[in-house]
């Protein structure tokens, strides 16, 4: 996955689609963002979504998802994310 904050900087992250709901995902990045930071998450197998920082420590963040994405979709992606990564 990639993540943009719109100030230039993209991240290039490995993501399996585990610590992830309709309503946002967790992070494992040793980048300190700051909380409130927009960014854009380009999710493997699927398409850009977008979200807010939501919490931040040295090793990890939190992002709550602009739109949820249904259940059903997000099962399809964290299936396809998961054998394309085993």
């Known amino acids: 996955m990639s993540y943009d904050n719109h100030r230039g900087q ?7 689609g585990q610590n992830c709901t309709s309503l946002g995902c ?11 930071t927009f960014v854009h998450i380009a999710i493997p197998y699927f398409a850009d979504v977008s979200g807010w920082v939501a919490w931040s420590s ?22 396809q994310n998961i054998a394309n990564f085993a």
């Open 10 to 16: 993209v991240w290039q992250q490995n993501w399996s």
């Open 26 to 36: 967790g992070i494992e990045t040793r980048l300190g963002v700051t909380i409130g």
């Open 58 to 79: 040295l090793e990890a963040i939190d992002i709550d998802f602009c739109n949820p994405i249904p259940t059903r979709v997000l099962e399809y992606i964290v299936d």
